[in-house]
């Protein structure tokens, strides 16, 4: 799991190898820019806008409970300042980061819900029950949503981010060892297929610019109001990486500095080092869907040209 914080006047980052992935438990852990951690880890805290779309989706009618149709279709009103889409499907409302779909997906499996499948995820922070909150109205850290998204190309499987993983003696001896809090937030089969939709924000969404990256990529942008703060927090079949930008105070980075502009260039820079001459793997694949009685007709088809992120 890698984690980069850019804030005007200061930069922090925090790193660490991939401890969300089965497959790399056994790696280990080390962390740039000590001086930052404490304050990454305990003090700040920001408005998650697009992300939290994650958790509403993925406790959606479409996905956990077991009915398994991706062709699940939400109404997205003219409310928007952006333009009106009609009738489309969740797959194509995550991947552009449509607010109405999120807020009656959210209405409709109840805030409560979205809240607890959150907690699965590992975050820990108080998360107020009411509506606004599927848009990103709450404040938890980055460490945090980092983290949790480490579940979904980890499986469904939430492995506890630390710093430390051991201390040993000159001589190599183990002094001291840490072992992380590992358990199952999802089934497997959820994990694959917000996986899959996740990656449809890459390919024809918000964050399509990284399509052109040579590896299996997948995310959510996020644009908090006026621009305040913008996130990328995204993932390989071996990595995961969560990149915020924005101010000490809260002050608008400017006009149209959304999760994809501002803060997915950054993420882009970072994956491109990490996983340079590293096979990256692949993701699992997403479940057959089979035969679903819902209508396919939509008024915007998922591949549709985009009109810019939400916020």
């Not at 889409?85 to 999120?102: D, F, V, Y």
């Not at 939430?158 to 001291?176: C, M, S």
């Amino acid at each position: 799991m890698a984690l980069g914080l850019y804030r005007k006047k200061r930069k922090f980052g925090v790193t660490s190898e991939p401890r969300g992935h089965k497959a790399r438990r056994g790696g280990n852990a080390y962390v740039v820019q000590k001086h930052a951690a404490r304050r990454l880890h305990y003090d700040l805290r920001l408005e998650l806008d697009g992300v939290m779309k994650s958790w509403a989706v993925t406790r959606g009618p479409s996905l956990d409970p077991g009915e398994k149709r991706l062709a699940v279709h939400v109404e997205d009103h003219p409310i928007e300042y952006n333009k009106f889409e009609g009738t489309i499907s969740l797959r194509r409302a995550l991947a552009q980061s449509r607010n109405i779909p999120a807020l009656k997906l959210a209405d409709r499996i109840g805030i409560k819900t979205v809240i607890e499948y959150a907690h699965r995820f590992g975050i820990t922070s108080n998360i107020p029950a009411y509506l606004p909150v599927a848009l990103g109205s709450a404040e938890i850290t980055p460490l945090e949503q980092t983290s949790a998204f480490s579940v979904f190309p980890n499986d469904g499987v939430h492995v506890a981010p630390r710093y430390i993983t051991k201390v040993t003696d000159y001589d190599g001896r183990i002094l001291e060892e840490d072992f992380s809090d590992i358990k199952d937030a999802i089934k497997s089969s959820t994990a694959r297929t917000m996986t899959a939709m996740l990656r449809e924000v890459v390919l024809h969404g918000t964050a399509a610019a990284a399509a052109k990256m040579p590896y299996p990529l997948a995310g959510k942008t996020g644009t908090t109001n006026d621009f305040t703060d913008a996130w990328f927090i995204g993932f390989s079949p071996s990595l995961t990486c969560g990149v915020w930008i924005g101010y000490d105070e809260k002050k608008s980075l400017g006009d149209k500095e959304t999760g994809g502009h501002a803060a997915l260039p950054v993420w882009m820079q970072f994956m491109d080092i990490a996983l340079a001459g590293k096979d990256p793997g692949e993701f699992h694949s997403a479940p057959d869907q089979g035969n679903t009685s819902v209508a396919r007709r939509v008024d915007t088809p998922d591949v549709a040209p985009g009109d810019g992120e939400l916020h």
